[in-house]
Structures are given as C-alpha cells and as structure tokens.
C-alpha cells in the first residue's frame, strides 16, 4: 500500500513528534491534511499545527478512528495509561509504532492483542535536524509491507535499520546515548583547544567543523574508519604522537566500557 494513502496519526506532539511531522511533510511523503496530532498540551498541539498545518485532537480515541498509523510518542512512563485508553479503539488493520524508550513489544502487545501490527523504533536525537539514525524492530507476524512503511516514515529523518529487539538495549547505547558520549568529546576538545591558547568561541568552531566534516567524510567516502585513520596519521607526525597518547591512556577499552554500561543500565530500567 501507498504510505501517502495510510493517514497517521501522532499520539504525544513532543520534541521527537514534531522532528517527524516536520520531515514527512517537507520530503512530500505526506501531505499536513493526512496527519494528525494529539497531546494533552494544547500549547504542545498549537505549536505543531502552526508549524506545518496538520491537523491536531485532544482526544486519542478520535485520532484513532482518524488514522491507519498510530505511532505512539508519549514518554515511557505514561505509556500503561495510554495504552489502557487506547486498547478499545485500536483495530486490527492499524499500524502501531511506539518511540518510547525502554518499553517492550510485549506489554503493547499484552494491551492491544497479539493481532494487532506492533513495530518498535529507537530514534536518537540528531532526528531533530534530520540526520538521526533509528532502529526498527517488531515480532515474528508484522508483514514487510508494514516494515517497510516504517522504514519510509523514519527515513524522513535519517536512516534506518531493522534489527531483533533483543537488540534494542545495545542500540540505546551506541546510538541514543551515543550523541551523548560525542557531545562530551567535543566538550573535552574545546577545552583542549582552549589550553593551548584559542578563546572559547574559536575553539569551539574548529571543534565543531572538525567532526561534522570528519563525520561527513566517513559518510560520503568507500574508504574504511581505520584507512581514513592512517590516511591522516603520517609516521612521527603530529596525529601519531597524539593517537599514541589516546591508546595509551586505554582510549577503546573505556569507550567499549560506557557503551556496555549503558547497554545494561538499559536492560535494568526495562525490568522496572
């Protein structure tokens, strides 16, 4: 089926949900008259409706009758609630997609029914600007017509991959929290920078151009990371005394180590 033919419908018209409408409707994959929001805030819903001229509801049981996709944004915590609210008016034609971090398949599942089409998404934060990276997962049943129209909702903000859910704790880690990890790197660059005699502003700058345009590198090049790597360390130079420092100091292995910390600190909170 034709996304463009499938309404959706937002439940939850936060950060995330407006990073979403507002690639849908500016890549033409939807037009604002076949997307719908609700959120309990209407300052929430004023905002995303005059922002892209979608259609907005305080009530989620109308969205529902409104929309063949449901994509579920509230915050984990509300999620029971919603879910509570929402199991009468959930058909089994609809597409349920649920960004909401740390919240299993099955307890949408055990709320809605076995029968009803349940895809999960991790997005990470750089989906505000377009650029995130999201993992799709969903059980044995969900056709890949379905999938695939998940994956075309989340292209709209970046790039997709569809993995097993067991695997969702690891992606929280490397991708989620992941600009985390980045953002704190780049924090300890400027201050790097600001040692050996830039003002903040200057250092900043070259913090910033530096990874987007190494990132970007690694993007649009064939090239492999540790190819790039040596293409840029020449032997006794400048990249290698400080690479030598980074190795010896156990750089990998406490970059290994964080990942894998919140890697589990996420199987915890899905316990609670």
Known sequence: MDVKKRNIGFIGAGNMAT???????????????????SDISREQLKKISGGFGIRTLQDNN????????????????????????????????????SIAAGIPLKMIHDAL?????????????????????????SRPGVSPENMDTAQRIFGAVGKTVVIDEE??????????????????????FVRAGE??????????LLV?????????????????????REMVTSPGGTTEAGLGVLESKGLEEVIITAVRAARDRGIELGKM
């Open 19 to 37: 990073a979403l409408v507002k690639g849908l409707v500016e890549s033409g994959l939807y037009d604002p008259k076949d997307v719908v929001a």
């Open 167 to 188: 695997m969702m704790d690891a992606v929280t880690a490397l991708s989620a929290s992941g600009p985390g990890f980045v953002f704190r790197i780049m924090e300890c």
């Open 62 to 97: 109308g969205l529902l009758r409104e929309s063949s996709i449901v994509l579920l944004a509230v915050k984990p915590q509300s999620m029971g609630e919603v879910l509570d609210e929402i199991r009468e008016g959930v058909r089994e034609d609809h597409l349920v997609i």
């Open 208 to 228: 910033l151009q530096t990874f987007l345009g190494a990132a970007r590198l690694a993007i649009e090049s064939d090239t492999s990371l540790p190819r790039l």
């Open 195 to 204: 040692s050996v005699g830039f003002d903040r502003e200057t250092s900043t």
């Open 113 to 137: 029914g076995e029968n009803v089409a349940v895809i999960r998404a991790m997005p990470n934060t750089p989906a505000l600007i377009l650029s995130g990276m999201i993992a799709l997962a």
